[in-house]
Nanobody, 123 residues
Framework: QLQASGGGLVQAGGSLRLSCTAPGRSFSSAGMGWFRQAPGKEREFVAAISWSGSSTSYGDSVKDRFTISRDNGKNTVFLQMNMLKPEDTAVYYC??????????????????WGQGTQVTVSS
């Protein structure tokens, strides 16, 4: 089971760092992704990272503000979120790609999902 943490309430322009861990399970050979879902909206791709960390992909709305990284030794994926905007308010989910050694933006390609962590950005 994936565990996402680090969400909270922050003012616009602020920063948060989300973490996603998988206690007792290794995903070091799998791509990982972050998605988000705001009330009344569809789930949106945020960022993805390859198993080695050498490749990353970002959604257009977060590019140049968010950074995804991973520490395979600690079985953890991070999402550093800077210059936050009110429209970034959502529940953020981490997920594991069902196939190893690739990077994908498609939610259907992920088969393990965390419980989500709420991020609220006030104006």
């Amino acid at each position: 089971q994936l565990q996402a943490s680090g969400g909270g309430l922050v003012q616009a322009g602020g920063s948060l760092r989300l973490s996603c861990t998988a206690p007792g399970r290794s995903f070091s050979s799998a791509g990982m992704g972050w998605f988000r879902q705001a009330p009344g909206k569809e789930r949106e791709f945020v960022a993805a990272i390859s198993w080695s960390g050498s490749s990353t992909s970002y959604g257009d709305s977060v590019k140049d503000r968010f950074t995804i990284s991973r520490d395979n030794g600690k079985n953890t994926v991070f999402l550093q979120m800077n210059m936050l905007k009110p429209e970034d308010t959502a529940v953020y989910y981490c997920a594991v790609d069902r196939s190893p050694f690739r990077i994908t933006r498609n939610a259907g390609d992920y088969n393990y999902w965390g419980q989500g962590t709420q991020v609220t950005v006030s104006s």
